[in-house]
């Protein structure tokens, strides 16, 4: 019999969010004997406990009603907005096993890991919002972020730079315009911040300062290495495979929905560092990630996933800027890498699978014993 896996995922008017990835997963699905569908809180009915999940069809989705899943998959990517407030407390509910747990904001998650010796040297000084903490920043360091905690793809973002006459701010709104002033002072800069924070605030977001880096490898763009670690089907944690995303000109941020592209990570770095220290700097990565996913599951339970944006220096060092429990996968789409953006899609339902598996050998384990 198939063990059924839904996907939990946010539904709207306009359908569902990133169609491509969930339509794949369905479908690779199918081919491990796996019974996928996509679901939202709205399509579950506690009173019949059965919910309507949908698949894709050749020209759109088709929605059918379907028993109670055997394990979920959490791929709701929530903000603190009014269309997402149901998300929260139904996930709390705790109505299903699922294969990822619940994860904090950027802030709560920086917090977390900056306890750990181990991590703290790869991780730039963040500090929540305050004038106080504004003009400390911007004494050390002569680039300042300025980040919502809730935030992804590169909006509600701004970059503060000290330069000999004041300030340079250079940002994106939430609904992606650009941005470009010239401040004099701090006090001004401080009431300025203050009026973009309550602007781009959503729901009751925070924001927060984090240290800029020095990551114009290329000259007038961000650069930064996106690297995606996640569990196979026997619940060991791989890094699925790592590249270069290079900003837009005169971009703040080096997302890819921002007008960045991708370029594979070992080719970018040799040119620019040569072979050996590439070698390092990619192993230094790796060795990053894989400690700081144990510490996240040590903290928040047990994780699948997480995509992590890794700042390399101009000097060849390296920092863990964030880390993202719902990844995407499109760098991989975009170089042209089919076979590790396919792995990329397959390893969640793997990873399912195997703890379903497990499930099942304990079960026999104890009829044996029985």
Known sequence: ?????????????????????????????????????????????????????????QTGWKSNWYAWPDIVIDRYRYYPVPKHAGYLPFRRQQLFRYANSRFANKFSVHRVLEQDPILRKWLPQTLEYSREALSLLLQEHRVVYVKPTNGTGGRSILRVVRTPDGFHLQGQTKQKKKISERIASLEVLHQRLQMWMKQEKQGNEQFFLQQGLELSLVPGRTVDARLLAQKDGTGTWKLTGMAIRLGAKRSSTSNLHSGGRAVPAARFLTEHFGYEMTRQIIGECKDLALHAVSRIEQHFGQMMEFGMDIGIDVKGNVWLI???????????????????????????????AHLLQNDQQVSDEKHVCV
């Not at 996509?38 to 009915?45: R, T």
């Open 1 to 57: 019999m198939k063990k059924r896996i839904g996907v939990l995922t946010y539904r709207g008017e306009k359908g569902f969010i990133e169609p491509g990835i969930l339509r794949l997963m369905v479908r690779e699905g199918e081919k491990m004997n796996l019974e996928v569908f996509l679901f939202s809180p709205q399509d579950v009915d506690l009173t019949a406990r059965k919910i309507r999940g949908y698949t894709p069809t």
């Open 322 to 352: 964030e880390m993202n429990p719902k990844p995407g996968r499109d760098i991989f789409r975009q170089l042209g890498q089919w076979r590790r953006y396919l792995e990329a899609v397959r390893r969640p339902l793997e990873y399912a």
